[in-house]
């Protein structure tokens, strides 16, 4: 079952940007622990940033200084702002969550998930 929903990926070139959303569905539990996650066919998911309820977020080294997540924590709304995108963005970008705020930080923990959105950076 699907409680989460991501939008805004799409085909961008080098350097360009995309903005991320991902809304829970109405059945969707209370999740203070909210993460972006990406995954290239053949490749092991990767976490790219962890958000807590209280504005502070783990980021992946690949994309520290060029993403930034953010929360509507009155809406539980997830976004990811990518900038300076590059080739190797290119991926299934995974919106996920965690009932329990301990495990904001532990990605691998995290139950619920979203379908995904494709973002495309090409050269």
């Known amino acids: 079952e699907v409680q989460l929903v991501e939008s805004g990926g799409g085909s961008v070139q080098a350097g360009g940007s995309l903005k991320l959303s991902c809304v829970p569905t109405e059945d969707a539990p209370s999740t203070p622990c909210m993460g972006w996650f990406r995954q290239v066919p053949g490749k092991e998911r990767e976490e790219i940033a962890l958000?807590?309820?209280?504005?502070?977020?783990k980021y992946a080294d690949s994309v520290d200084g060029r993403f930034t997540a953010s929360r509507d924590n009155t809406k539980n709304i997830l976004y990811l702002q990518m900038n300076n995108l590059k080739p190797e963005d290119t991926a299934m970008y995974y919106c996920?969550?965690?009932?329990?705020?301990?495990?904001?930080?532990?990605?691998?923990?995290?139950?619920?998930w979203g379908q995904g959105t494709q973002v495309t950076v090409s050269s």
């Open positions: 996920a969550a965690h009932s329990h705020l301990r495990y904001c930080y532990s990605g691998a923990s995290y139950n619920i």
């Open positions: 958000t807590t309820p209280y504005s502070s977020t």
